[in-house]
């Protein structure tokens, strides 16, 4: 278990919710890297891999939809920061041991606060969209394992995902 902050950053003396203030921070690197994973039947997996989705080029499309969501996670999200310049890569892979898709996203920027909603978002996004374009032949997917893997740079320094800790 972690340690939890007495108090809570995101409340104000009165308890009501406020953005961060961030303007005294010093400018690092900020690095985060997501990953999760959609399930799918066989068949499914297999018409994305022979381009057969009646909506297209499927991880292509999720690609640039992650890439999307990741830079506008500012917005999607209440209390989190606008990050204007984080830098995005989305990649997916085919992975019939599932069988589906796996998404890992990679967000960095140079700034005041860290990066970790926006690969976060990217990856969620992504797997949304590979759901949204394959819908019709199987409505059964499950999206699963959206995590943080890691982090880098800021006042807390680093950060890596271990498996079973909690």
Do not use: N
């Not at 830079?71 to 204007?84: A, E, F, Q, T």
Request: hydrophobic content about 40%; overall charge positive.
């Amino acid at each position: 278990m972690t340690d939890l902050p007495v108090k809570l950053t995101h409340l104000d003396d009165q308890g009501r919710p406020r953005m961060v203030d961030v303007s005294e921070k010093e400018e690092t690197r900020r690095k985060a890297v997501a990953v999760g994973a959609i399930r799918m039947a066989r068949d499914t997996l297999s018409a994305i891999s022979q381009g057969r989705s009646p909506k297209g080029d499927v991880l292509q499309v999720a690609r640039i939809a992650g890439i999307q969501a990741g830079k506008r996670s500012g917005d999607l999200i209440p209390l989190c920061h606008v990050l204007p310049a984080a830098s995005l890569v989305v990649d997916l892979k085919e992975d019939s041991d599932l069988p589906g898709i796996r998404v890992r996203a990679e967000a960095v920027f140079q700034g005041k606060t860290g990066v970790e909603m926006e690969a976060l978002t990217a990856v969620s996004v992504a797997l949304l969209t590979v759901y949204d374009m394959v819908k019709a032949m199987d409505r059964g997917m499950v999206l699963e394992g959206i995590h943080l893997l890691s982090k880098e740079g800021g006042r807390s320094g680093g950060w890596v995902w271990k498996e079973g800790v909690r």
